[in-house]
């Protein structure tokens, strides 16, 4: 089997004991800001509305251009982190994320912060996928499933807390202050990883494979384009085709070129590891999933019961903190079981959850939905950390970085697919369903009956999309093979 060669500094750096706490904290911290950015600022568009006299669809890019350039920016993560070091790159975007927040608070008009946020979305699509790699990279192996459920708990906690976060600072302060917070953070996560995040740096990459990038981030940029405005153009119209078809060929080009090159901008060859293929598909579709119960839930406590953000957030935050509680245990049951049985038992738990969902009526208590959301919250803590421990830990270091930049770019693309295609068929279905009861006059509450069927309806394909997650549960292999390389992978693949 072939071995990935270290330096000899990088081999005494292995050796060297970390200090882990500190190293978690500066990790944590770069994940919670860059994944509460992503979520803070849908509470706020109306007021943006008014701050700037603009339309919706206007002020609306301060979120899609900030998800585009994040899931366009992730793939890029792999080559200049091995090309200046994972944590040179992690404190650069945390500075440029820093920066950027300051440039948000400071902008006056809306094309000013739109373009802001774009430059954040960039950043902060860096470094999740390098605060990922540097847990790999810098933390002994028995003490990564911990690390973990940590940085999982990060992404668990962050969009569940951002829209209450940002409800109360819009309510008490400014939509300014929704920046300007992140900017002592961002601060402090940089002193904590220049002092506390050891320097690695493996395999300097041969050349910068420029087509790789532009193809890449043509695909990304035209396909999460074709996903986020789909649903407004008309997903039948020339522009959605368009767009779709020439990402689509962008796409075909970079695998092309990834597969024909000596030093691509991502290494493919980590999908011939079957237990990472396996998990990384599983993650996507439990994604889909979560991010659907992101969508749905807040759309019938705000628009069918007329709960406040802040008080939807407040309602849901149980299930977010039994969530992220469950987190940590699983970093301790997965030393002692393995990922299958918690996967296994997760996707179920999901389907528990799910299913009661699909029968919410229009004065269904809140403890009603709060359990069912806690029961599918505790599924996706067993789900999410040992999908990904399990996937990532059977690569090599020297590939770690573009397994990251992998799994956090198809999980962009998933969640946008899933975001996309939720909120097309929520308003299809409820359409639908609001014609049916105009014939049998439903009354005053036509809108708030239509909605609640069409989410209904949506919980039972969120249900059955989880379903597919099985069969990818029962094919990762049970035993991980000890000091596996995914260069190795080439001549004895996983089966």
């Not at 039948?236 to 078809?245: E, F, P, Q, Y």
């Not at 996706?380 to 970085?401: D, Q």
Request: contains cysteine.
């Amino acid at each position: 089997m072939k071995k990935t060669n270290l330096t000899n500094t990088e081999e005494q750096q292995t050796q060297k004991p970390v200090k882990l706490v500190p190293i978690i904290i500066a990790i944590f911290m770069g994940s919670f800001l860059s994944l509460l950015n992503s979520n803070t600022i849908n509470i706020a568009l109306p007021v943006l509305q008014k701050e700037f006299a603009s339309d919706l669809s206007v002020v609306q890019w301060t979120l899609t251009g900030f998800m585009l350039a994040l899931g366009t920016f992730a793939p890029t993560a792999g080559y200049f982190g091995e090309r200046f070091s994972y944590k040179r790159l992690y404190m650069f975007a945390l500075l440029g994320m820093t920066v950027a927040s300051v440039l948000c608070a400071l902008s006056w008009n809306a094309p000013m912060l739109i373009a802001f946020r774009i430059i954040q979305g960039a950043f902060c699509g860096i470094i999740v996928p390098a605060s990922m790699t540097m847990i790999f990279q810098t933390i002994p192996r028995h003490q990564q499933s911990a690390a973990m459920s940590i940085w999982i708990a990060a992404s668990i906690v962050a969009p569940a807390i951002g829209p209450s976060f940002a409800g109360w600072l819009i309510q008490h302060g400014s939509w300014k202050w929704l920046f300007w917070t992140n900017v002592p953070l961002g601060l402090l996560a940089i002193v904590f990883a220049f002092f506390f995040i050891p320097y690695y740096r493996l395999k300097v990459p041969k050349g910068f494979d420029l087509w790789g990038l532009l193809t890449v981030t043509a695909a990304s940029s035209l396909l999460l384009i074709t996903l986020s405005q789909g649903s407004g153009w008309g997903w039948g119209s020339a522009s959605t085709l368009i767009c779709l078809g020439s990402g689509l060929l962008a796409l075909a080009l970079f695998l092309w070129r990834e597969m024909s090159i000596e030093s691509p901008l991502l290494q493919l060859k980590v999908f011939l590891n079957r237990r990472f293929t396996s998990t990384l598909l599983l993650l996507c579709i439990v994604m889909i999933n979560f991010f659907s119960g992101m969508l749905l839930v807040p759309v019938f406590l705000q628009n069918v019961q007329g709960h406040s953000p802040l008080d939807t957030g407040i309602i849901l935050l149980p299930s977010t903190l039994a969530m992220a509680v469950m987190s940590l245990v699983v970093g301790k049951l997965y030393k002692v079981v393995g990922p299958k049985p918690l996967l296994l038992v997760g996707v179920l738990l999901l389907i528990v959850g799910n299913l009661p969902l699909a029968w919410l009526q229009i004065d269904s208590s809140s403890a009603y939905t709060l359990l069912w959301m806690t029961i599918r919250s505790i599924g996706l803590a067993l789900v999410l950390m040992p999908a990904t421990t399990a996937g990532m830990e059977e690569i090599s270091h020297e590939y770690i970085g573009h397994a990251s930049s992998i799994q956090n770019w198809l999980r962009n693309v998933f969640v946008s697919f899933g975001v996309a295609l939720f909120t097309t068929l929520l308003s299809s279905r409820s359409a639908d369903h609001a014609a049916k009861l105009t014939n049998e006059d439903a009354g005053p509450q036509l809108a708030h009956l239509s909605t609640t069927m069409g989410i209904n309806d949506l919980n039972i394909l969120s249900t059955l999309i989880v379903v597919l997650a099985l069969p990818f549960v029962f094919a990762i292999p049970s035993k991980r093979k000890k000091e596996r390389a995914v260069d190795g992978a080439l001549s004895d693949p996983v089966r």
